[in-house]
C-alpha cells in the first residue's frame, strides 16, 4: 500500500469528483449504452463502442480515485516546525541569489508553476528534514544547483 499524500483542499475535490462519477456520471454513460443499444446490431454500432469505451474509461477513473482515497494520508500544515516537512511552505534562495517559494505535497498534486513541488521530486527529497541556514545542493539537467533554506512556515 502505497500512502498517497494529499492537502485537504485536494482530497474533498478528489471526493466530489468521485461522487459525481459515481452518480451523474454513471447515469450518462447508462444513458448513452440505452440509446446505442436501441440502435441495432451493436457489432457494429460505432455509438455503442463508444459508449463502451467511455463506461471504461469513467470505472477507471473510479477505480483509481477509490484507491488515491483509500491510501490519502492528509498534510497538517506545519506551523512552527524546524525542519522541513510535508505540508511546509519553504522559501529558498537559488544560486543567482534569487528567491522561490514552495510549499511541499504529495507527487498527486504537484505543481511546480504553482509552487507546489513534490516530497518525491528531487528538490522535494533534498529538502525534506533540512533546517533554515542549510544548503542543498541537487542533480539538473544542467548541472548542479545549490538552494539556501531561509524560511521554513
Do not use: C
Amino acid at each position: 500500500m502505497e500512502i498517497t499524500y494529499l492537502s485537504q483542499e485536494h482530497y474533498d475535490e478528489l471526493q466530489k469528483e468521485l461522487e459525481e462519477l459515481k452518480t451523474d456520471g454513471r447515469v450518462e454513460v447508462a444513458k448513452r449504452l440505452k440509446q446505442a443499444k436501441e440502435l441495432g446490431d451493436l457489432s457494429e454500432n460505432s455509438e455503442y463502442q463508444e459508449a463502451k469505451f467511455a463506461q471504461s474509461k469513467l470505472e477507471g477513473r473510479v477505480s483509481e480515485l477509490n484507491e488515491i482515497i483509500r491510501n490519502a494520508s492528509i498534510i497538517k500544515k506545519s506551523v512552527g516546525t524546524a525542519t522541513v516537512r510535508i505540508g511546509s511552505e519553504v522559501k529558498l534562495e537559488k544560486d543567482d541569489k534569487d528567491e522561490v517559494k514552495y510549499t511541499i505535497v504529495g507527487s498527486n498534486e504537484a505543481s511546480p508553476l504553482k509552487g507546489l513541488i513534490s516530497n518525491e521530486s528531487p528538490l522535494g527529497r533534498a529538502i525534506l528534514g533540512k533546517k533554515v541556514g542549510d544548503i542543498v545542493k541537487i542533480e539538473t539537467a544542467v548541472g548542479w544547483k545549490s538552494y539556501k533554506i531561509l524560511s521554513i512556515e
